[in-house]
Structure formats: structure tokens, C-alpha cells
């Protein structure tokens, strides 16, 4: 058995988890924020057999795709000036998945 985390945009996550469990998946979100934009994800844990998880991979591709944002990223000279705003042109979106092998599951 795996434990597949996968980070994920928060617009992406409402199609990502119906599909998941569309398809008999069980699936923990977690609300998290990303270091770069301090923008919102979200974190998805589910445990899925060996067999299963290229099956998952393939749905969170599906559903997590990748999209150019401009954005602004506030930046200071010297202490005392004011705060110019600079645009950005950023790529979010898609997936951060990481799989960690289970040495135990139980459901109590």
C-alpha cells in the first residue's frame, strides 16, 4: 500500500477529489499555503493499493493543469522607501505528488 500526498491549487482540488472519489478512492484535504505566492492549496492524503496508483496519478493529471498567472511581488530598495509593485508572469497549477510506501494501515 502507498500513501499518495499530492499538492495541488485550490481551484483544481473540487474536480480532483469528485473524480477521486467518483472512482472509490478515499481522500483526507488539508488547507495549505505555498511558500512562493503564500497563495491557497490544498493537500489531498489517500492511502491506495500498489496496483492503484498509476490510476490515481493519471486522474490527478487530468484534473491538475498547469496555468500563466501575472502577478505582482512587492519589493524594497532601502529602508524608509515605499513599496513598488512589480508584475510577474508565473506558472501555477498542476501537482506536487509525493508516494510513500505504508508499513501499516489500520481502520479502527
Avoid: H, W
Avoid at 499518495?4 to 488539508?30: G, N
Avoid at 491506495?48 to 490510476?55: A, P, R
Avoid at 519589493?75 to 510577474?88: A, I, K, R
Amino acid at each position: 500500500m502507498k500513501l499518495i500526498i499530492a499538492i495541488v491549487q485550490d481551484q483544481d482540488a473540487p474536480s480532483l477529489i469528485e473524480e477521486l472519489m467518483d472512482k472509490d478512492f478515499r481522500v483526507t484535504k488539508l488547507a495549505s499555503t505555498g511558500g512562493f505566492l503564500k497563495a491557497g492549496n490544498t493537500t489531498l492524503l489517500s492511502g491506495v493499493e500498489d496496483d492503484k496508483v498509476d490510476e490515481v496519478l493519471k486522474i490527478i493529471e487530468d484534473n491538475c493543469k498547469t496555468r500563466d498567472i501575472t502577478t505582482s511581488l512587492l519589493t524594497v530598495t532601502m529602508p524608509g522607501d515605499t513599496y513598488m509593485p512589480y508584475p510577474l508572469e508565473v506558472r501555477v497549477g498542476g501537482a506536487t505528488v509525493f508516494i510513500v510506501e505504508v508499513e501499516k494501515y489500520m481502520r479502527v
